[in-house]
């Protein structure tokens, strides 16, 4: 009982020890991530850097451009930070207009965080990685976590490499490193930007504003997608599982639901019978034909109990609701 009740206590204080820093924290996943470990953790717990201040955001905030250590050493000692979750990122479409800029800044940017936390002692770091890992070679279909990667963009370069310098940190340096490999990320509360699952946001926008939709990628090309709720929350249960169920070092793969174009039109219409869509594939389609079409997460599942709630019904429903209380 005494040890029960103190080893209770422990975790408790340690978990009120937690100062987080994210960066950022502006964009589609940290904006909604920030709030959400505001609200776990309480607003002084949670440090939002990025490189501009958002508008309206309640708590800490500090500008940092994480190509540069010097400052974001001064952060995390200012704040004496214990975890990061390092979300800053050049995402794929982005990436191919400007491929040196992106490995530069994805590459810079990790390794800054990782050398921070290294050198400042800080013990847990979330790094995102994505399905833009798997190439062409790899299998499309229910696509394993162990396949060969040979991404076709310069993002998923960026991140198939952050997936190898993670697992050094913590093979090396014992730096508890974890990481997912998100699917497109679906929400209502913030917008994308510069990715090739874009478009699955981008459509509920215009349908609820009752206007046609020319979609970038062609009606079949299908990806694995995953909620923005999904993916927050998969997030936080992967960052507090325990040490020891965590066996995979480089990045977890995790499915939430998989659709192509067509299929999540003809779902919207059903809210919106006059919504209309026109199909005008750019390069965009050709990263999407190299990335699977379904995800195989059974490690995740078994690892940390992973098991997404949402499908591609319940998402189209909650993101109409959602976007309509904002009109
Ligand atoms: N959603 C991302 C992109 O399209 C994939 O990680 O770039």
């Known amino acids: 009982m005494f040890l029960i009740y103190n080893f209770d206590c ?22 909604v991530l920030t709030l959400k470990l505001q609200e776990k953790f309480g607003f002084d717990r949670i440090i939002a850097t990025d490189l501009y201040p958002k508008i309206g ?30 979300l800053a990122a050049i ?21 800054n965080v990782l050398e921070v936390s290294r050198i400042q002692g800080v013990h847990k770091v979330f790094f995102p990685s994505s399905i833009a890992v798997f190439g062409d ?4 279909d229910n696509t394993s976590q162990d396949q060969f990667l040979l991404p076709s963009t310069i993002y998923g370069i960026s991140k198939a490499t952050g997936e190898n310098w993670v697992n050094y940190y913590y093979i090396k340096y014992g730096l508890d490193v974890r990481s997912l490999r998100y699917p497109g990320v679906i929400g209502h509360q913030s ?13 509920f926008h215009k349908a609820i504003h009752n206007k046609p939709f020319e979609c970038f990628l062609s009606a079949s090309a299908q990806l694995p997608m995953i909620y923005m709720e999904d993916a927050i929350r998969a997030t936080i249960e992967l960052m507090e599982a325990p040490k020891q169920n965590i066996t995979i070092r480089s990045s977890y793969n995790i499915a939430g639901m998989s659709f192509n174009p067509n299929q999540l039109f003809l ?3 059903k809210t919106y019978p006059k919504f209309t869509i026109t199909y005008k ?28 709630k ?16 904002k009109q």
């Not at 917008?191 to 459509?203: E, H, K, N, R, S």
């Open 10 to 31: 422990i975790q408790f204080f340690s978990f009120m020890q937690e100062k987080i820093l994210i960066t950022g924290a502006g964009g589609q996943l940290g904006s």
């Open 57 to 86: 955001h309640r708590g800490h905030f500090e500008i940092l451009d994480a190509t540069d250590y010097q400052k974001l050493e001064s952060i995390v000692i200012k704040h004496s930070i214990t975890q990061i979750y390092h």
């Open 91 to 111: 995402l794929s479409a982005s990436g191919e207009k400007t491929p040196v800029k992106t490995w530069d800044l994805n590459m810079k940017t990790l390794i």
């Open 137 to 140: 070679n790899a299998s499309k």
């Open 191 to 203: 917008l994308p930007g510069g990715g090739t699952t874009d478009y699955a946001v981008d459509i």
């Open 267 to 269: 779902m919207i219409r």
């Open 281 to 308: 594939p750019d390069f965009r389609q050709q990263i999407a034909d190299t990335w699977p079409n379904s995800i195989d997460d059974s490690n995740a599942r078994r690892d940390w109990g992973w098991n997404p």
């Open 310 to 325: 949402c499908d591609l019904e319940s998402m189209t429903s909650s993101m109409i609701k959602n976007l309509k209380l």
